[in-house]
């Protein structure tokens, strides 16, 4: 394509749009309120699951192995695992691919914790008349997870272990935060899924309604000898520039309202900020920005090419 | 002497025989009625100056339609300029169409735009650099006697204007063959004839022209070659001709 071609195209395109400046109007409006509520859900649910990955991140397993009876209160029936198979084990879980982190506790360094959660700092003075450690044996594993889902398949592992005596896990928890998980998902994906669909119709009838006012032109150029392309390339180029202007405003006026929003929930509500983490407008917009901008364009393309195949029959 | 060679030569020949126009047993049915052009053969040579005529309904437009390649023959073969029209592929068409300038009764202009870009439009949408638009579009302007006037905007000008511009559009891109349908067919007596005599002066200069048209007083008194048309065949075709009153 020539250079001069390729600026005529270019002004094509925009004298398309303000030629039929109000069907252009409306597009780029439904457009950008479509990639507006994307931008809006998108940030709300990369938001969410951030404050459920978090959560995700607390959620533990603890796992308990056999001990001697007179060393264990909570004693049962079982092999009892040596110190360096219990060591063994610790790396067999770190080495699942579920589990995100792996903390072995002692006996001592468990009833030290407990002393410490139920006295505070002055446990020792308080624990005093204690002569032995009644969790003694207790040694045990915590074990985070990288995904919830996964948590039951990991404790049916865990308890089929000889050795293990106890594995303590909260099955709701991680079913609530694995389920939230998938119905954002879902619902994100059906949103998301309608929106283009409706933008890429919108997209398809201004392109029509713009042939349509030029057919006059267009019947022009094909009888003096204009190529499919040349005919073509401003409708196409109109619905990119469409997509493309109705992806930039949304992006523009979220940017906005989001660090309105942080700024305002951080001075008013600043309880919520100590345990919701928010993330920061750069990490939100670093995916929402391209993502949005090629959705709109390629709307438009999707939406002026198919509308050009089939109403523009040069 | 190759078989390609051997048949390229009989087909150069076979355009010298006959011209830079060529239907050869030519019908076109369209899918509903009788047909619209039934098994016509005529020749035009380089050069010449056509009148074609004939009622509504004869068949004039399906002719020009066709060596547009608008349309392709339901039978036989439409040759111009040496190819045979139902053997181009579709994405050849627009460069065929560059050798053909097009005039039409309701002239077809933008009429959001003025003179000098009617004009300039169609060189370039064959992708003629600027600096050569800007030197073709006047000289073509002078020649149709508009060169004062290429700022006006078309709907400020008079039919007979907004037809030279018409003609320098069809003209700028120097076609072999200008196809009018009938060019003086919205114009008053003293229009036409400056159309036609402008039409003549273009034929002077080398351009075979094919024109469509009822207009009785001007198709006798030029004297041109006429071919008339009934019900999609050629009644007559006569050198220096007339209009043949078919009632």
Not at chain 2, 150 to 174: H, I, M, P, W
Not at chain 2, 198 to 220: A, K, M, P
Request: proline fraction near 2%; charged fraction near 20%; include cysteine.
């Amino acid at each position: 394509m020539k250079i001069s071609t390729l600026f005529y195209t270019i002004r094509q395109g925009f004298v398309n749009i303000f030629r039929n400046k109000w069907y252009s109007l409306a597009s780029i409006a439904t457009i950008a309120a479509c990639l507006f509520l994307f931008g809006l859900f998108y940030s709300v649910v990369m938001n969410f699951r951030s404050i459920v990955m978090k959560a995700e991140e607390g959620v533990s397993v603890t796992v308990f192995f056999h001990c001697e009876k007179d060393m264990c209160e909570s004693h049962t029936e079982g092999q009892i695992p040596s110190d360096i198979r219990i060591e063994e084990i610790g790396q067999l879980i770190a080495g699942r691919t579920e589990v995100s982190d792996v903390k072995f506790t002692s006996d001592e360094e468990a009833w030290e914790n407990f002393r410490r959660e139920k006295w505070g700092e002055n446990y020792e003075a308080y624990s005093k008349g204690y002569l032995e450690n009644p969790l003694e044996g207790d040694d045990s594993y915590e074990v985070f997870l990288s995904d919830v889902s996964l948590q039951s398949a990991l404790v049916t592992w865990l308890e089929s272990m000889p050795e293990v005596r106890k594995v303590n896990h909260s099955a709701l928890t991680a079913d609530t935060l694995s389920g939230a998980n998938m119905l954002i998902a879902y619902v994100s994906i059906g949103i998301i899924v309608i929106l283009l669909a409706v933008s890429i119709f919108l997209i398809s009838n201004t392109v029509a309604i713009g042939i349509a006012v030029r057919s006059e032109e267009i019947n022009i150029m094909k009888y003096i000898g204009a190529t499919d392309f040349f005919v073509r390339s401003p409708f196409v180029l109109e619905g990119m520039l469409i997509g493309l202007m109705g992806a930039a405003l949304p992006l523009w006026l979220i940017y906005g309202i989001y660090n309105y929003a942080l700024t305002y929930i951080a001075e008013r509500f600043s309880i919520l900020t100590s345990f919701l983490n928010f993330l920061p407008v750069n990490e939100v917009f670093g995916v929402l920005m391209p993502v949005s901008l090629i959705v709109g364009v390629g709307i438009g393309f999707l939406g002026s090419i198919v509308t050009v195949r089939k109403h523009l029959h040069v | 002497m190759g078989k390609k060679e051997l048949s390229w030569r009989k087909r150069e020949q076979f355009i010298e025989d006959n011209g830079i126009i060529y239907l050869d047993n030519v019908s076109k049915v369209y899918s509903k009625g009788a047909p619209a052009i039934n098994g016509i053969t005529l020749g035009i040579g380089k050069g010449e100056f056509v009148f074609i005529v004939g009622d509504s309904g004869s068949g004039k437009s399906t002719l020009i339609r066709l060596l547009l390649r608008e349309l392709t023959a339901t039978d036989g073969s439409v040759y111009v300029m040496g190819r045979d029209l139902a053997k181009l592929k579709h994405r050849q068409v627009p460069k065929f169409r560059r050798n053909l300038g097009v005039v039409f009764q309701d002239f077809r202009l933008l009429n959001d735009r003025n003179v000098y870009e009617n004009v300039a439009f169609a060189q370039r949408i064959i992708e003629v650099p600027g600096k050569d638009i800007r030197r073709n579009v006047p000289t073509i302007l002078a020649t149709v006697g508009l060169a004062g006037k290429y700022k006006a905007k078309t709907r400020q000008l008079s039919g007979g204007e907004q037809q030279r511009v018409a003609l320098a559009r069809a003209l700028v891109n120097k076609p072999s063959i200008l196809l009018a349908d009938e060019p003086t067919g919205n114009l008053d007596p003293k229009n036409s004839w400056e159309i036609m005599t402008l039409l003549d002066e273009i034929n002077q200069s080398g351009t075979t022209v094919v024109v469509v048209t009822h207009n009785r007083e001007i198709v006798n008194a030029m004297h041109k070659r006429v071919v008339t048309m009934k019900r999609g065949i050629i009644i007559s075709d006569e050198e220096g001709g007339e209009y043949i009153d078919e009632d």
